[in-house]
């Protein structure tokens, strides 16, 4: 824990708090902070909301970010935005009320943005409604017709539903308009040098040992349950050459290099991925965490995923972020001291009890 003397509990310091609680995904504590925030007599304002209403979407919190969202206007004179309006689709999307979460965009008295079409798509992925998807990708092609994220998010959903035609459209669109996904790499720290992984990667002079223990980790790792999700491999290989595939991508072997190489009895890694983390490595490290009994701590394009005894902090939810723009938006204009505090916060070094109060 850190402790803090050189700061107020003041809307700031309560908006970090609140804010990295919803990004680590610990929803309950950051409606519990707004709370007490509350409580306290601290006034919230616009990005307060904005990171309650992200924490009840990451905990699945539906009743309770239909309040807060209605008492914005209602009880502190703040007129709720496109992008609070997007945490609410984010709610809804997140608890697999897909359609409302449909009829909800349609009735915003804002236009809706990116970050709430992109909440939909996100979810149709994680429930599997193809309809939807493409209604969603279609406004999101239009709002920001470079992003190669909705392109490759549409194409995974549409190859789950197995129509492989409509996916391949999507991809042939992709190359039409010149847009191309960015190759996904991995890193870890061990002591202090950074390393870096790419799928595939083998110049490494310890690959051997990493894909070996990777083929152990896997054997343990089927035997506990795992199951290798193939969906997104390309169609025109086997079934062992898929697996393998799945197996040299660049997440799963930043997190075997790390294992291979804590020392001193630690009980924890980070890995950092520069995209999203794809569902199979999702799965698996879930896995491992299990199985090598460590806390494994990675952070993908969009937020923390921490992993510990099997499960992950975001719950098998990791889509989407309203966060991540104000998050951007915001520390840009605080102070030296609020942007270190929010550090030490994304951490996961809450200080919600150490802060002096006013």
């Known amino acids: 824990m850190w402790r803090v003397g050189s700061f107020r509990r003041d809307t700031i310091a309560w908006n970090i708090m609140i804010l990295a609680n ?37 905990s699945r919190l539906v009743d309770e970010a239909q309040s807060i969202l209605s008492s914005m206007s209602r009880d502190y004179m703040i007129e709720p935005d496109a992008d609070h309006y997007s945490c609410m689709v984010d709610v809804l999307s997140r608890s697999g009320q897909l359609k409302k979460a449909y009829e909800f965009i349609q009735e915003m008295p804002v236009q809706p943005t990116a970050g709430a079409w992109g909440a939909l798509l996100g979810a149709c992925r994680v429930y599997k409604n193809a309809d939807l998807g493409k209604i969603a990708a279609k406004r999101l092609f239009e709002i920001e017709p470079e992003n190669p994220g909705n392109y490759v998010l549409l194409s995974n959903i ?49 690959s051997d040992e990493i894909y070996s223990f990777l083929d152990e980790l896997g054997e343990k790792m089927r035997l506990a349950g795992y199951m290798p999700n193939t969906d997104y491999v390309l169609q025109d290989v086997d079934q062992e050459e898929k697996e393998q595939v799945l197996c040299s991508h660049s997440e799963k072997l930043a997190v075997a290099f790390g294992i291979l190489n804590l020392k001193g009895g630690g009980s924890s890694i980070r890995v950092f991925k520069n995209l999203r983390v794809c569902v199979d490595c999702h799965t698996a490290i879930k896995f491992m965490s299990k199985i090598v009994g460590l806390r494994i701590t990675l952070r ?31 520390t840009s204009k605080c102070c030296g001291g609020c942007v270190m505090l929010f550090g030490y916060s994304l951490m996961g070094n809450y200080i919600a009890d150490t802060v002096p109060k006013a």
């Open 158 to 206: 549409l190859v789950t539903a197995k129509l492989w035609d409509d996916a391949s459209e999507i991809r042939e669109m992709m190359r039409d308009r010149g847009i191309f996904k960015m190759p996904g790499c991995s890193w870890t720290q061990v002591k202090n040098k950074v390393y870096t992984f790419v799928a595939g990667y083998k110049e490494h002079n310890k």
């Open 300 to 330: 993908d394009s969009l937020r923390f995923h921490h992993f510990n005894d099997g499960n992950c902090s975001c719950r098998d939810f990791w889509c989407t972020s309203i966060l991540e723009m104000y998050l951007q938006a915001w």
């Open 22 to 58: 919803s990004m680590h995904g610990n929803g309950e504590e950051a409606l519990s902070l707004f709370h007490k925030m509350l409580n306290s007599g601290v006034k919230p304002n616009s990005i307060t909301f904005t990171g309650v209403l992200s924490g009840c979407s990451h």
